[in-house]
């Protein structure tokens, strides 16, 4: 039962939210936020500063491989087309994530089940596509080794990649104790916590995606190689390349 | 404030607290802060030893000129211990064992917001600390032979030393890869081409010291936010909870850009990579690789100059509450103070390029970055403006505590002045990497902040401790470490602009550099010594000290209205803040206020011994509790212990030999891969563990 108490001070009133006796799962605080949301508050903050290092760093180096004529270039591996629909997934994951705190807000445990269940599915797409970009920008000779460029663009793409397979760990354990029965409405603060993580590690990507994908680089030294493949033939290429993998 | 209802309650017979339980175990598990407090205040100390040592080293070297008490690359290791270990392993965490015994006493607080994260902080700088100190205590003790020798063969003039080889490096393990590059560590002296396994080192403590950092500092942000008593506005806060709060944001903003740019040197160096490097080896010539040895000092110094804040502003916290308590008179422009505290703190991430005025930029930013740092110069001024006007008409006190306050007062302004100096570009070319610039950053960092923190620990003391430190022997301290450091560092000056360099191993005697480098050895002997008497004190503080009782100095905050060592719970009824100086208020106005009724003053004074006030909020939660039978206080844990060893292993099976165990791509070393387990472990048992 929270109480609220008025405390008559000498310079003014200040208005004390006070969570009832010392059993209380959440102390009284002062501001009446929640300690463990200010944190991540304040995690996101200096998360912004991590991906602006990394993304200034990656601004700087965007042209290198053109100007000092090391293939491949940007715009010979970059496909918009496949990057959109996978951004588009991790945007949409931020939808599914709203609707599960507002599940579990009401008390809908079958709700949040689901709607968390989605919210990791999309985030694995997500990581799972940028995990066969990858791959074939390996194998179109783009390694962290071949330019500064590449490695630019490798270190902040998979910083973010780690940062979404955290948040589908992370989702994932919500989940998990969901189904043991141990996410009570009143904890919905928790998926509230992942949800921020999860929300910002979307806005992040908007930016990455607009500063790595979307602004247009020069073409390199012999000009434009190759038209970059379709979304939908490239996803079936690398869906035979990884049939073909398969050790059966 | 008179008219609140003030329900009296007895304090009930309480059982012994689980946390005042003594043992190791108590002390691994441990989430009190006054204990993370003693931890992290003498770890800094033992570090503050082994780093005055490698001092100790380097003046011996230069004592004479073509000296040869260490070799170039020893020198080498010496002064890139020293700077690292001074900055990371003492100072900061010096000022973390303020924070931690300081703010929640200042606020009202049981606790942290976080405990457990808390006790995480510091197992973690632990764990940073030794990846830096394990080949460093491999290696220092072949040094000290090989300079008792060198001492030996001067002294008696027997060559002992003759033909005898740097014997005692190669053999030892760990002993060759003691980081040598300086504690900035400039690319492309850390990429792999120019160096060995001792940056990867370096490079991974420096990592591990970072989250240790930077988990204190979102535990005292939020702390000092959302912890702080009923009553206690955020402009009625004690200004070094307010330096606490500024210095932790400059700390959650400032190290992802190192973190990051260590993340990068680490790729470059084990990944391939070339973000540092302009020029790549391949097949016997160098090939452009495109990348920027400027990059690294960039983002170095985006920390690096933030950097400098986080270890002064605790200082000047400390300093603001040294001050004002013995000069009998509340802080002058306390407003102004925070402003000012606050301007530092946001001017410092505008002036990182003054590190870098000689790399040749370019006009524009270097006039910018001129202007930017000249500008820090007013917030700081307006500090050392209220310092004096608060000193000005009070009764000065000068006990040990208040002798170093004014001792960083003038040694910080010495340096301070050096540092507009640096400001003006053409004088800073002249004085770049030159004994100047030594001279300048000790007299902030050594005359600033490791005066004013040892001033704290004889304010604090009695507080932590119970036991009054020796005024006698720490005021012969006081001036003999004044004497010594102003001895050892103000002829650098003359040294600088004489134009020797930093960082050589040693000089010809005909440069004319002997004279001042023999009194500066001088001066670090004294400095020795003053340390000697320090821990003299202390020894004997602990076996015969005079008991000390709540408030020994008539403090005016919070901290000082509970006894000497405050009891596990620290505040067994959250008080009620109602002015500033709440304990002067309470202790003197009221006095004051009833001096016209004669018959009232005794009925006052009476009053001052329950001080300080009651919140109502603390005595519902102090009457629940008392129902209960038990205080409530945080459960030990031993989850963040666990999570720091993970942490630790994962960094150092990176650094050293052992099997790999290979995933697709990676091979991961097995020490690693075990360390990642124990984290995960570590990470869900914390999850799941009521947080009492």
New interface residues.
């Given amino acids: 039962m929270a109480i609220a108490?008025e405390?008559?001070?000498?310079?003014g009133a200040?208005h004390?939210d006070?969570g009832?006796?010392?059993?209380s799962e959440h102390p009284?605080?002062?501001?009446g936020?929640d300690?463990r949301k200010?944190?991540m508050w304040?995690?996101l903050?200096?998360?912004c500063?991590?991906f602006?290092?990394?993304i200034s760093?990656y601004m700087?180096?965007r042209n290198?491989?053109i100007?000092?004529g090391?293939p491949p270039y940007p715009n010979e591996i970059f496909d918009i087309p496949y990057t959109s629909v996978s951004a588009f997934v991790l945007l949409m994951s931020s939808l599914t994530m709203v609707l599960a705190l507002s599940a579990i807000q009401r008390g809908d445990h079958r709700g949040l089940r689901i709607w968390i269940a989605a919210t990791a599915l999309l985030g694995a797409i997500f990581v799972g596509g940028q995990f066969f970009e990858f791959t074939e920008f390996t194998h179109e000779g783009l390694?962290?080794?071949t330019?500064?460029?590449g490695?630019?663009f490798f270190?902040l793409t998979g910083f973010h990649g780690a940062h979404v397979t955290i948040g589908v760990v992370w989702l994932l354990?919500i989940l998990f104790i969901s189904l043991r029965g141990g996410m009570p409405a009143e904890k919905a603060v928790d998926v509230e916590i992942a949800g921020l993580y999860w929300h910002f590690v979307d806005i992040v990507w908007i930016v990455i995606f607009t500063l790595v994908y979307l602004i247009p680089y020069a073409d390199g030294p012999e000009g434009v190689v190759e038209e970059a493949p379709h979304a939908f033939l490239r996803l079936v290429t690398v869906g035979e390349r990884f049939l073909a993998a398969l050790p059966f | 404030m008179a008219s609140i209802a003030q329900p009296q309650i007895q304090a009930p017979t309480l059982p012994k607290p689980q946390a005042e339980e003594s043992g190791l175990w108590s002390w691994l598990t441990t989430v009190d802060h006054k204990r993370i407090a003693k931890m992290y205040g003498i770890s800094a100390f033992l570090f503050f030893l082994l780093g005055g040592l490698e001092a100790l080293l380097i003046r011996a070297q230069l004592s004479r000129p073509e000296n040869n008490v260490v070799d170039a690359q020893r020198y080498s290791e010496l002064f890139t211990i020293h700077g690292t270990t001074m900055i990371f392993l003492v100072v900061m965490p010096l000022s973390v064992a303020f924070f931690n015994l300081v703010v929640p006493l200042q606020i009202g607080a049981r606790d942290v917001a976080f405990p457990r994260l808390n006790a995480f902080s510091y197992w973690t700088f632990l764990a940073g600390a030794l990846i830096l100190y394990i080949p460093v205590l491999f290696s220092l003790p072949g040094i000290f032979a090989h300079a008792a020798a060198v001492a030996w063969s001067n002294i008696l003039g027997s060559p002992l030393l003759n033909g005898v080889q740097p014997w005692f490096d190669a053999n030892l393990p760990f002993a060759t890869v003691v980081p040598d590059q300086g504690w900035y560590g400039y690319a492309p002296l850390t990429e792999s081409l120019f160096s060995g396994r001792e940056i990867d080192f370096w490079a991974l403590s420096l990592q591990v010291l970072g989250v240790a950092s930077m988990a204190g500092a979102f535990n005292f942000i939020v702390t000092i936010i959302n912890m702080r008593a009923p009553g206690m506005s955020m402009m009625r806060m004690p200004m070094f909870t307010w330096s606490t709060l500024i210095v932790s944001i400059l700390i959650v903003l400032a190290f992802p850009a190192i973190t990051i740019a260590l993340v990068l040197l680490t790729f470059d160096r084990l990944g391939g990579t070339m973000f540092y490097r302009a020029f790549s080896l391949t097949d016997g010539t160098l090939v452009t690789a495109g990348g920027d040895p400027m990059l690294w000092q960039h983002l170095f110094w985006i920390f690096g100059h933030p950097e400098v804040y986080i270890l002064i502003l605790p200082a000047f916290g400390l300093v603001n509450e040294i001050i004002p308590v013995f000069s009998r008179k509340p802080l002058f422009g306390y407003a102004v103070m925070v402003y000012a505290t606050a301007a530092i703190a946001f001017l410092g991430f505008g002036v990182w390029v003054h590190h870098m005025f000689t790399t040749g930029i370019g006009p524009t930013p270097v006039a910018a970055f001129s202007a930017s740092t000249m500008l820090i110069a007013i917030p700081t001024g307006v500090k050392i403006l209220n310092w004096t006007a608060t000193m000005w008409g009070g009764s000065l006190q000068f006990t040990t505590a208040m002798l170093f306050a004014v001792g960083l007062v003038s040694q910080f302004v010495i340096g301070g002045l050096s540092g507009v100096m640096h400001a003006v570009v053409p004088v800073d070319t002249h004085h770049n990497d030159s004994y100047f610039v030594v001279a300048h950053f000790h007299y902030v960092l050594f005359g600033g902040s490791i005066f004013a923190l040892i001033g704290g620990l004889f304010y604090y003391w009695p507080k932590v401790f119970g036991k009054m430190l020796d005024e006698r022997l720490g005021k012969i301290q006081f001036w003999l470490q004044f004497a010594g450091f102003n001895l050892t560092f103000f002829p650098m000056h003359f040294l600088g602009l004489a134009g020797m360099p930093r960082r050589y191993s040693t000089y010809s005697f005909e440069s004319g550099w002997w004279f001042w480098n023999i009194i500066a050895s001088i001066g670090a002997l004294m400095i020795a010594a003053s340390v000697l008497i320090f821990l003299i004190n202390v020894t004997r503080t602990t076996r015969f000290g005079r008991q000390a009782e709540a408030n020994p100095w008539d403090g005016s905050t919070l901290e000082w209205a509970i006894p000497s060592p405050p009891p596990v719970y620290n505040f067994r009824i959250t008080p009620l803040v109602t002015h500033r100086d709440q304990l002067w208020h309470d202790k003197y106005d009221r006095v004051q206020e009833s001096a016209g009724r004669p018959d009232q003053v005794a009925d006052t004074i009476v009053a001052i011994d329950q001080l300080p006030e009651r919140s109502p909020v603390g005595v519902a939660v102090a009457e629940a509790e008392a129902e209960e039978g038990h205080i409530h206080l945080p459960n030990p844990s031993y989850y963040p212990l666990l999570l720091s060893i993970g942490l630790f292993l994962l960094a150092f099976g990176i650094l050293v030999n052992n099997p790999h165990i290979q995933l697709g791509f990676f091979g991961i070393p097995i020490i690693s891969a075990f360390g990642f387990l124990l984290l995960v472990t570590a990470l869900y048992g914390w999850s799941f563990e009521p947080a009492g």
Avoid: C, K, N, Q
Avoid at chain 1, 20 to 23: I, L, Q, V, Y
């Fill in positions: 108490i405390v008559e001070t000498a310079r200040g004390i006070h009832g006796h010392g059993h009284p605080t002062s501001t936020l300690s200010m944190l304040l995690f903050a200096s998360d500063m991590f602006g290092t990394l760093t700087i180096y290198r491989a100007e000092l090391t390694g962290l080794s330019s500064v460029f490695a630019s270190v354990s």
